[in-house]
């Protein structure tokens, strides 16, 4: 829960509020402190419980338990794609589009990375020329939905692609659960990144969700966990609280029909009320609780500055870096003009967002934009 009425998180997309579902499990997992890899009875009871936390993850995307690593959180089950897999398959080289969370595009040569339209959505066609170029196998990654816009990929399409060309598919489902169906044999994919601190879980726990047979090279050596696949002993309250929240997860895209609707009238009013808003990937097919928007002339910083004074919290689309804004990479390889897009935010909703939520977020906002224009 979001702990007092009188402030509005809006940034789901970041993290969620932890559930309570998650701090109840969390909570009673502590008593049973045991390492998992010990054979007593401490360490059987740690044991299970990671092992029935595995069950509930797979079960999230449709994999089978031995499928999933649990890792430090989605950038490490990225890393491990990108690294692990393309190194035991030998790949040379990670295609990746070019709106791919920083986790991945940091193992990406530029020259790599495959254009989007508009709505942020990867260019097949550009795919596919990229694939019939390569003389070295190579390793696809395509996220399934952004974080900062909310489009959702056609990854299955870029799987089928992928594999036509000999290549290995990598999905960074990470803000998938919760809000869209993700199951693993639909997305044909052969690895899948998730995140347990978007969906109700702790932070500094994942998974990196791998297809039966599939050879990964460790990233983390040392101790056999993981089935030799990343060393290290467990962190079994986050894993337990992943289990939890995976097990919540329907209840969590139950709740998308409101949220949805809610995002919807927000745009609706913004298109009407504040002429000069520009909202991004309207037209594509997006995650219902994202809204990504800019107020030309008014810096994302300021807004979020402003409406966090307000008690309203939502993130820039920008990234600070070295005391500048930076622009945010996802809306340039839109074709976005880099000043609008450092007057971009993203405001994402959730399970505990109401209409006096929004309500209040436009309260501070409408006026930001009317001083704008003034
Ligand atoms: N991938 C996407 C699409 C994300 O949104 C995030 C987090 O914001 C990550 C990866 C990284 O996940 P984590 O915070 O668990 O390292």
Request: hydrophobic content about 50%; aromatic content about 2%; some cysteine.
């Amino acid at each position: 829960m979001v702990p007092t009425s009188t402030v509005s998180y809006l940034d789901y997309n970041a993290t969620t509020p932890v559930l309570p579902e998650v701090a109840a499990a969390v909570a009673a997992s502590l008593a049973d402190f045991g390492n998992p890899s010990s054979v007593h009875g401490f360490g059987r009871r740690a044991r299970a419980m990671v092992e029935e936390a595995r069950e509930a993850v797979a079960a999230l995307v449709g994999a089978g338990p031995g499928q999933v690593i649990f890792t430090s959180g989605g950038t490490e089950a990225n890393a491990l794609a990108v690294q692990g897999i393309a190194a035991a398959a030998g790949c040379e080289a990670v295609l990746a589009s070019s709106v791919e969370h920083s986790s991945v595009l940091a193992h990406v040569a530029a020259a790599n990375c495959i254009a989007v339209d508009g709505t942020g959505a990867i260019d097949l066609e550009a795919l596919e020329r990229a694939l019939k170029r390569q003389v070295a196998p190579v390793l696809v990654a395509v996220m399934l939905a952004n974080n900062e816009t909310g489009t959702v990929q056609p990854v299955a399409d870029a799987a089928a692609l992928a594999h036509k060309y000999g290549a290995l598919m990598h999905c960074d489902a990470v803000q998938g659960p919760g809000k869209m169906a993700v199951n693993m044999v639909a997305l044909g994919v052969d690895s899948l990144s998730l995140s347990a601190h978007k969906l109700g879980g702790l932070k500094g726990c994942g998974a990196l969700v791998v297809r039966e047979g599939l050879a990964l090279a460790p990233q983390l050596t040392g101790g056999g966990q993981e089935r030799r696949r990343r060393a290290g002993t467990e962190n079994v309250p986050g894993i337990v609280g992943f289990g939890a929240a995976a097990r919540q997860e329907p209840r969590q895209r139950a709740a998308m029909a409101r949220i949805g609707a809610l995002r919807d009238d927000l745009e609706a009013r913004l298109m009407v009320d504040v002429r000069q808003a520009r909202i991004f990937s309207r037209g594509a097919a997006r995650l219902g609780n994202t809204v990504c928007v800019a107020l030309p002339g008014v810096s994302s910083e300021t807004q979020v500055m402003r409406l966090d004074l307000a008690g309203v919290a939502v993130s820039a689309g920008s990234a600070c870096s070295s005391g500048k804004i930076a622009a945010s990479h996802v809306l340039l390889a839109m074709g976005v003009n880099p000043a609008l897009a450092k007057c971009a935010i993203r405001i994402s909703l959730g399970w505990d967002t109401t209409a006096a939520d929004i309500a209040r977020f436009l309260a501070c906002w409408e006026p930001l934009a009317t001083n704008a224009a003034a």
